[in-house]
């Protein structure tokens, strides 16, 4: 079946300009994760959602940074005011109800450069 | 709060030479424990995963790994280094018993694979 997929794969903005990058999970997964990968941060966790519940944003860096997950299926993830340390891939992952381990299920990324 | 450490940010070997990528994880209760592989340009792909089930997992394209509790280590292993094999790979810990629900993730490992 179609895995998590990501939108656009690559984004280049200028300075101070929001962004918006989008995630479909797979289909069923109830949870979604985005995390963000940056030379010298490595993989970092952003935010959570499951359900219907409150999600668990304690990885975001900024309040320049929100995202929100409609009928819980697709999420996207927005950027205000994008710093030229934002520049990073930012990746979504998704798991299934009932995943004992949290096993996660990666998307492509998207490649966002700052200018 | 749990930390992975992945000893050695590159590892080169030869074709057809062992493949040994170290893993070690802090935590007091033994966790959920991942490696994932990432090609080029790619999202994360799940290798293996350690669940209690057993101490030595298999994953895919030949790779295992060895849960060691008494050294708080899972290391991955292959016996034969391919071409293909050459990318970078992630140890990851999930631990429930936290309630947290976000991989924490090792610094990476780049492996170099040379003809």
């Known amino acids: 079946g179609a895995g998590v997929s990501q939108s656009p794969s690559n984004k280049v903005t200028e300075k101070g300009k929001d962004v918006e990058l989008r995630c479909d999970p797979i289909?069923?997964?109830?949870?979604l994760y985005w995390y963000r990968q940056s030379l010298g941060q490595g993989l970092e966790f952003l935010i959570y959602?499951?359900?219907?519940?409150?999600?668990?944003k304690s990885g975001l860096p900024s309040d320049r940074f929100s995202a929100e997950r409609t009928g819980g299926s697709v999420s996207t993830l927005t950027i205000q005011r994008t710093q030229q340390e934002d520049s990073a891939v930012y990746l979504c992952a998704s798991s299934a109800p009932g995943s004992s381990y949290n096993e996660q299920f990666f998307g492509p990324g998207t490649r966002l450069t700052v200018l | 709060a749990q930390s992975v450490t992945q000893l050695g940010s590159h590892v080169s070997v030869s074709e057809g030479a062992l493949v040994l990528l170290r893993c070690n994880y802090s935590?007091?209760?033994?966790?959920?424990l991942f490696w994932y592989v990432q090609y080029p340009n790619q999202g994360l792909q799940l290798l293996l995963k350690?669940?209690?089930?057993?101490?030595l997992v298999k994953g895919i394209n030949g790779f295992e790994a060895e849960f060691k509790k008494s050294e708080t280590s899972f290391h991955l292993t292959k016996p034969s280094a391919h071409m293909s094999d050459a990318a970078e790979y992630f140890c990851?810990?999930?631990?429930?018993?936290?309630?947290?629900?976000?991989?924490?993730f090792g610094s990476g490992t780049r492996l170099q694979v040379q003809p």
């Open positions: 350690y669940t209690s089930a057993a101490t």
């Open positions: 990851a810990v999930s631990d429930l018993n936290t309630g947290r629900r976000a991989l924490t």
């Open positions: 959602f499951q359900g219907n519940s409150a999600p668990d």
């Open positions: 935590s007091s209760v033994p966790p959920y």
């Open positions: 289909s069923g997964h109830t949870a």
